[in-house]
């Protein structure tokens, strides 16, 4: 009977209605989340001083893995999601130092810093990507350093790498950068900055380098003693010429020693005169009797009168 008087026009379930709109409104949800997930997986962004390659899962022929043709440059991409995917690569050179030891000519060992600058080959990413991967500078770089580093310091020996540092550091950029160039790998820049030798080799130098200093002071001090014996020989040839000068000076006139004295008295009265302490002296002590004095030479001439008398 509660059946009959329900109107014919209203369906019998009555929650028909609201099951298909929870359903549509649910297939829309799904459809916006796969539309929002293809639109996201679709764009990709380039940072600058990067590239990318682009990796197909599915594809005919060469289009299929990684794409030999196309790259991802700076800014904005489009990719198909899920069948495609990028691979951004870092092409800035970067800085890199390798430590390496290694013997020179004259069996010396050589602890030697190289400074690398590099970067990947932008236009040979894909085989970067397939044969070494991400880390291609942990791969390539350490063991070719190594190679080229040995093999150039075994040419030349530990004193030659200090004075030819300049040649040997030309020699292993042009050499690392030939080696590198196999692998597609740029070399900007390469220089050494640091250059040690073992223990034992840097004590030997350091006593040579004593050795000869103490031999140039040993030097030195001879030839200041050739020096100081040469000045006395010459101050004593002047003495003596000077005494064989007075010598004849007196022969040819005596009254030579009393001028002499005369002199000697002058001195001993200016330094006498000068002198702020009181001194008592007589005039035989100072030189300066000479007004009744005359010499026994002149006394015992007979004929002859110096210039005084």
């Given at each position: 009977k509660a059946a009959s008087k329900v109107p014919k026009g209203m369906p019998k379930g009555g929650g028909g209605g609201t099951g298909k709109l929870v359903s549509k409104v649910a297939g829309l949800a799904v459809g916006l989340g796969?539309?929002?997930?293809?639109?996201?997986?679709?764009?990709?962004?380039?940072?600058?001083?990067h590239?990318?390659?682009?990796?197909?899962?599915?594809?005919i022929g060469s289009q299929q893995g990684v794409q030999e043709i196309g790259v991802c440059r700076e800014g904005l991409n489009f990719v198909i999601p899920w069948f495609q995917r990028a691979i951004i690569y870092d092409v800035r050179t970067r800085p890199k130092a390798i430590n390496s030891i290694s013997g020179s000519k004259d069996l010396q060992m050589v602890e030697i810093s190289l400074r690398v600058l590099y970067k990947p080959d932008p236009n040979n990413l894909p085989f970067i990507y397939r044969r070494l991967g991400y880390d291609f500078d942990e791969r390539v770089l350490p063991s070719i350093v190594n190679e080229v580093t040995k093999a150039v310091v075994a040419r030349f020996n530990a004193s030659e790498l200090l004075t030819k540092r300049e040649a040997v550091s030309k020699m292993i950029r042009e050499m690392l950068i030939q080696r590198a160039a196999d692998f597609h790998i740029l070399l900007d820049d390469v220089s050494i900055t640091h250059l040690?030798?073992?223990?034992?080799?840097?004590?030997?130098?350091?006593?040579?380098?004593?050795?000869?200093?103490?031999?140039e002071r040993a030097r030195y001090i001879v030839d200041k003693a050739l020096q100081e014996k040469r000045?006395?020989?010459?101050?004593?040839?002047?003495?003596?010429?000077?005494?064989?000068?007075?010598?004849k000076a007196i022969q040819a006139n005596p009254a030579f020693i009393q001028l002499r004295r005369i002199d000697a008295a002058r001195e001993v009265a200016e330094m006498v005169a000068g002198s702020q302490n009181e001194v008592y002296l007589n005039a035989d002590n100072l030189l300066l009797n000479h007004l009744g004095e005359v010499p026994e030479q002149v006394a015992e001439m007979k004929g002859k009168k110096g210039w005084l008398w």
């Open positions: 796969f539309s929002g997930y293809g639109l996201y997986h679709s764009i990709v962004t380039v940072k600058p001083g590239l990318g390659i682009i990796y197909n899962r599915f594809g040690a030798f073992s223990k034992d080799y840097t004590a030997a130098v350091e006593a040579k380098q004593v050795a000869q200093q103490d031999a000045s006395i020989i010459i101050r004593a040839e002047g003495e003596a010429a000077a005494a064989e000068l007075v010598g």
